[in-house]
């Protein structure tokens, strides 16, 4: 751990399989707390390159217990969090929206540490179970067409490392690799980032972590999902290839909205908002969701135009599908198998 910290410190990169090493230790109970925070301090302090992303992602996905569930062909849309937007859940909203328009979506999260609440948070509040055993993910993703993975849950070695973020204080690349780290194999992605400079490390590290097709989303006022704002840039993860656009709202229809005019507050609010975008109600909520939705839409493969997306994740709501999807979760019944 020293050569990797002293690597780092005299401004030299490391390779994937080094960082597979370094990440290793990070979760091993043989190495001292002091020595974990000297080398996530000095790799925040380098900034993190897409072989360290990649790196960091494959070790905590390769310990997960959930790593070997094979679903059918799912997606994720997971933003790394960190804009201090304090927004309803946009994500979690739009994942039901998006099972009810027929895409499956294993659903990554956690409990809030940069908003208020977190998609954990809101789906508790909800009624939600946080502790999906594998046979219940695989039962749901069928029957409902989702299922959430909470994230402490599937990621049991990370345990350790809560207490040693909490005491550093700062962003560590911790901050940035969460929606990398979803242990099913993915069909495609979307991905929410608050950074501009970090979207395309994160693109070349889907690369490395061989996902076919995934939209990394940097949104208009540095939020960390597509935002009614202004002008959203984006880039595509097709096969290798990694191509960039932006999109207005306007483009597709939707009018500007500030983001004052999506504010959330805590889990009982978020899920007031969240059913109330499920049940249909015109408002900025709504719309920023049906845009998000409409992005995760052409993400996955589904539509060949963001604009058809809107059409696909406004039918989702208006038939209702979307919000029996979310009763459907939260009646999810299932056994420990």
Do not use: W
Request: glycine share 8%; aromatic share 4%; proline share 4%.
């Amino acid at each position: 751990m020293k050569s990797f910290t002293r690597k780092i410190m005299e401004g030299h990169h490391l390779t994937v399989n080094e960082m597979e090493k370094a990440a290793s230790l990070c979760l091993s109970p043989h190495i001292s707390d002091i020595a974990v925070t000297a080398f996530l301090t000095a790799l925040r302090t380098k900034g993190e390159t897409a072989e360290e992303l990649a790196g960091m992602a494959t070790v905590i996905q390769q310990q997960s217990p959930y790593t070997a569930l094979q679903l059918p062909e799912v997606m994720d849309n997971c933003g790394t969090g960190g804009d201090h937007s304090n927004s309803f859940n946009i994500s979690t909203t739009a994942a039901f929206i998006l099972a009810g328009a027929g895409v499956n979506v294993a659903k990554h999260g956690n409990r809030s540490i940069s908003s208020k609440t977190g998609s954990a948070d809101v789906l508790e509040h909800l009624g939600v179970s946080l502790q999906a055993s594998r046979k219940e993910i695989s039962t749901s993703i069928q029957n409902h067409s989702i299922a959430f993975l909470y994230a402490p849950h599937i990621h049991p070695a990370l345990g350790r490392l809560m207490s040693i973020r909490k005491q550093i204080g700062l962003p560590t690349i911790f901050n940035t690799i969460g929606p990398l780290t979803n242990p099913t194999s993915l069909h495609a992605q979307m991905i929410g980032v608050y950074a501009k400079e970090h979207m395309r490390p994160i693109a070349e590290a889907l690369i490395h972590l061989n996902r076919k097709r995934a939209l990394i989303v940097h949104g208009a006022g540095g939020m960390d999902e597509a935002s009614l704002a202004g002008t959203n840039e984006c880039l595509l993860v097709d096969r290798g290839t990694i191509t960039s656009f932006s999109l207005h709202p306007e483009d597709v229809g939707l009018p500007v909205q500030p983001i004052e005019s999506i504010q959330g507050g805590d889990s009982k609010t978020n899920a007031a908002i969240l059913l109330r975008v499920l049940r249909g109600e015109k408002s900025a909520y709504t719309d920023t969701a049906i845009l998000n939705v409409a992005l995760g839409l052409f993400a996955y493969g589904k539509v060949d135009r963001v604009l058809d997306g809107i059409t696909c994740a406004t039918e989702s709501i208006e038939s209702g599908r979307a919000l029996k999807t979310l009763h459907a979760l939260i009646n999810q019944k299932g056994d420990d198998g």
